[in-house]
């Protein structure tokens, strides 16, 4: 379960440091304060996309750590041991975000993706945010709903699997058999071309060893003319040198100055007869040679004439001639690569075949479950006369499908003796925010994840069927910890800790605080709820009988 949050620097957070217990966790504020600002501070932790202008206007950086506690959570600690970032019962994931917009996540104190941090906050936490009512009108966002409340995830992430290989394995097969001539006739050329660039025989670095030779070949009178000058001139500056140096020795000792004049000479001596040596080797090595200057322009001409044929440059044809070689392998094994995949395809169909069916069932058992225990919570909600289905059609085509071989659509019918019909098209905002309430808490309380967070889903209720959202929450809290953003009086008083949201600004900034609240502070903030800014006797007992009744139950 989450076990503490600190955050820095982000949005009009300063500093805040929150510790959270089991239970029922209420978040409460008046609007505009920033009761949601902790929950996507979260999000960032779990892999949301991050934004420069949430970090804090004047600072450089935002940084955000949640906690988590994870010694009853063996998912998240095998998924962490096979990374090597389990380090104990407790799990830290870490988020930064500069203003520049640079963004570094950190698991356990390494480096780590932005996707795994993602993949471990599935394990951790569920979020139904207060928008959830607007995305359950999607289909397969009701198709997840419904396998994650069966409880056979991995089978159908195995049926999308088997279904996208074996289409994949089909377009290909396709591919392959609508273009036979085609290929042939590629093959026929494939086979020419490799078979002239064997021939040529181009070794790797032999063409610019050849264009060195003939740099040097078609020059070597000019250079070796340049070399024996430069031989001369190193001579005569060695005489002069060696001249100058008899001259300078008879003042050996007699100054500083003339003791580094002659070892300047010395040095520059040496220097120029070692110069003078290595121009001789140069000499030595340097031919005037017709025959090889015509042998290496021929096989020059013959390199670049058949670049220029395939337009490309000289030095890459060895990789061009591998990639021909690749392609031509490749036309020539078609036909029994087409009887493979004819094979594989066929495996693959019947592996779908009995997963999918197995699904099938399992996903109708499911839907009749599912829609028993809604029904008897919408009855809670006040939509007694709710008529609630789950759809399971087949799919028109037989073809292996990603998700499938039914689709799966949630129907409602409000009024009694209607037919049900999509969520859409019937349910008004308030009856579709209490239908996704219902359904959202009878496939918690069917998950295994510790921690569940409820940003303002009790939007669009109130009165008594907001006490009995409040309880329905505080009966989740049982068996996983619940964390709720609420701006009713009735579910924030069914909380086991409640905290408070609050802001404050001058003229030249704002900040927001949460504070753990309890006894009068706790009722104040009830009453407030209640009654508006006025906080009067009558609320503040209304307060108090709240949640007393909240305690007591």
Known sequence: MLTHISISQYTIVDTLDMEFRGGMTVITGETGAGKSIMLDALGLCLGDRADPKAVRSGSDRAEITA?????????????????????????????????????????????????????????LIDI???????????????????DNFAGHTVLARSVEQTASEWLRGRRELALLTSSRDEQSARAQLLAYQVEELETLGLQEGELEALERDQTLLANAEEILQGAHQALELCEEQAGGTRHALQLIRGATGASKAADNARDLLESATIQLEEARSEIQRYIDSVEIDPERLAEVEKRLEQIHDIARKHRIKPQLLPEFQTGLQEELAGLTHGSQHIEELQEGLAGLEQRYRTDAATLGKQRARAAKSLVSKAT????????????????????????????GAEDVEFLISTNPGAAPQPLGKIASGGELSR?????????????????????????GIGGAVAEVVG?????????????????????????????????????????????????????????????????????LAHAR??????AQA
């Not at 203003?99 to 941090?117: F, H, K, L, P, W």
């Not at 919570?377 to 998700?403: N, Y």
């Not at 009878?442 to 009790?458: I, K």
């Open 128 to 146: 139904h945010s207060q928008h959830a009512h607007q995305s359950l009108l999607r289909k397969p966002v009701q198709r997840d709903m419904l």
């Open 376 to 403: 008897a919570v919408l009855k809670t909600l006040a939509m007694g006369d709710c008529r609630f289905e789950i759809a399971l059609a087949k799919r028109d085509s037989s073809d292996p499908h990603p998700q």
């Open 471 to 539: 309880r329905l929450l505080r009966s989740l809290a049982q068996d996983t910890q619940v964390l709720c953003v609420t701006h009713l009086a009735q579910v924030a008083s069914q909380g086991h800790q409640h905290l408070q949201v609050s802001k404050t600004s001058d003229k030249t900034a704002a900040w927001a605080r949460m504070t753990p609240l309890a006894g009068d502070e706790r009722t104040r903030e009830i009453a407030r709820m209640l009654g508006g800014v006025r906080i009067t006797e009558q609320s």
């Open 545 to 550: 009988e709240m949640l007393a009744d909240a």
């Open 435 to 459: 239908i996704s309430l219902a359904i959202q808490v009878v496939t918690a309380s069917s998950g295994t994840l510790p921690s569940m967070v409820f940003d303002e889903v009790d939007v």
């Open 67 to 123: 906690g988590f506690d994870i010694s009853r959570n063996p998912q998240a600690a095998a998924w962490l041991r096979t990374r090597d970032l389990h380090r104990g019962d407790e799990c830290l994931l870490r988020r930064v975000v500069t203003s520049e917009g640079r963004s570094r996540a950190y698991i356990n104190g390494s480096a780590s993706t932005v996707q795994d941090c993602a993949a471990l906050g599935e394990l």
